[in-house]
């Protein structure tokens, strides 16, 4: 008998009329918006335009679910592409299916887009968006938690996550093969290990900067850091379909990578020492010193 469990939804589709109401795009929505909230109030700290964090937002938002996507399907084509496969399937971002490196890499090309055309500096922008992003990153697992997926090994621990055979087309629970239950099973809750890293992360970066007043893009670096090491660990944990290479997962592989590259950009802008910049805009040159009175 199940002494105790994380239950999990029984269905993460809802229809209004014609109008399916998906909870993974609703999670991706509350991120997207919680992220734009906290980077501009940030930005303004730092001296910057409001207006500008939402042009540079419309960019990186639009091309980070692309590039997601594009990481998603290209790192695992045999879910789309093999036989039995239907590859219009690989177009169905709403069925879950994101890739955190190629939203963070072609998102970031999105910013660079927006600050360009704004003569925003990219780093500048970057530390005071990290915060915000790491945070939407938490709130979007919460949409792998309605899909019933992207869980760990099965596990008998009081946390232990409840998952169900979910039909992703239609939204809701089915009978698991061979069986009369919609149960598949109790497992590792990598969903929610992943989220509460995220905001773990998140807070650190806040109260780091606010006593250090980072700049450079080193609070960028840090998160870069802190969100990795935290991946590795978690991805260790899933059981869910993954292309590996020489006995890891490629995330993992992805994680290194990332993470080393991190390391080298914070060492190289002064780490901890790195002060935060007096104008987000490089052309605009720096406030004159206050002049003092003779009197004084």
């Known amino acids: 008998m199940q002494l105790a469990s994380i239950p999990s939804p029984s269905h993460s589709v809802w229809h209004l009329g014609p109008l399916p109401i998906r909870a993974y795009a609703l999670c991706i929505i509350a991120g997207i918006l919680v992220a734009i909230w906290l980077t501009t109030r940030r930005?303004?700290?730092?001296?910057?335009?409001?207006?500008?964090?939402?042009?540079?937002?419309?960019w990186a938002i639009v091309l980070g679910?692309?590039?997601?996507?594009?990481?998603?399907?290209?790192?695992?084509?045999?879910?789309?592409?093999?036989?039995?496969?239907?590859?219009?399937?690989?177009?169905?971002?709403w069925d879950g299916g994101l890739g955190i490196w190629g939203a963070i890499a072609?998102?970031?090309?999105?910013?660079?887009?927006?600050?360009?055309?704004?003569?925003?500096?990219?780093?500048?922008?970057?530390?005071?968006?990290?915060?915000?992003?790491?945070?939407?990153?938490?709130?979007?697992?919460?949409?792998n938690?309605?899909?019933?997926?992207?869980?760990g090994r099965a596990t008998n621990l009081p946390w232990k996550l409840q998952i169900h055979c979910l039909d992703i087309d239609v939204g809701h629970a089915t009978n698991c093969p061979g069986t009369n239950s919609t149960v598949?099973?109790?497992?590792?809750?990598?969903?929610?290990?992943?989220?509460?890293?995220?905001?773990?992360?998140?807070?650190?970066?806040?109260?780091?900067?606010?006593?250090?007043?980072?700049?450079?893009?080193?609070?960028?670096?840090?998160?870069?850091?802190?969100?990795t090491v935290g991946r590795a660990w978690i991805e260790a944990m899933?059981?869910?379909?993954?292309?590996?290479?020489?006995?890891?997962?490629?995330?993992?592989w992805t994680s290194l990578v990332v993470f080393l590259g991190g390391l080298a950009w914070f060492i190289s802008h002064d780490?901890?020492?790195?002060?935060?910049?007096?104008?987000?805009?490089?052309?605009?040159?720096?406030?004159?010193?206050?002049?003092?009175?003779?009197?004084e």
């Open 43 to 58: 930005w303004v700290e730092r001296r910057g335009n409001p207006d500008h964090v939402w042009d540079i937002a419309g």
């Open 65 to 93: 679910i692309l590039g997601g996507r594009i990481y998603h399907v290209l790192t695992d084509p045999e879910l789309y592409f093999s036989a039995g496969r239907h590859p219009i399937d690989a177009v169905k971002i």
């Open 106 to 143: 072609l998102g970031a090309v999105g910013a660079w887009i927006g600050c360009r055309r704004r003569n925003i500096s990219l780093a500048v922008f970057a530390d005071a968006a990290v915060p915000g992003v790491v945070f939407a990153q938490a709130i979007g697992r919460w949409g």
């Open 145 to 151: 938690w309605f899909n019933n997926e992207l869980y």
């Open 184 to 227: 598949l099973g109790y497992f590792h809750p990598t969903f929610l290990y992943e989220s509460l890293w995220d905001v773990a992360v998140g807070v650190a970066l806040l109260l780091i900067d606010r006593r250090l007043r980072l700049g450079r893009g080193n609070v960028m670096a840090l998160y870069v850091m802190g969100y």
């Open 238 to 252: 899933r059981t869910d379909h993954a292309n590996h290479f020489l006995g890891l997962r490629l995330n993992d």
């Open 271 to 295: 780490g901890f020492k790195a002060e935060r910049e007096s104008s987000p805009y490089p052309n605009e040159p720096d406030p004159e010193p206050a002049e003092v009175s003779a009197d």
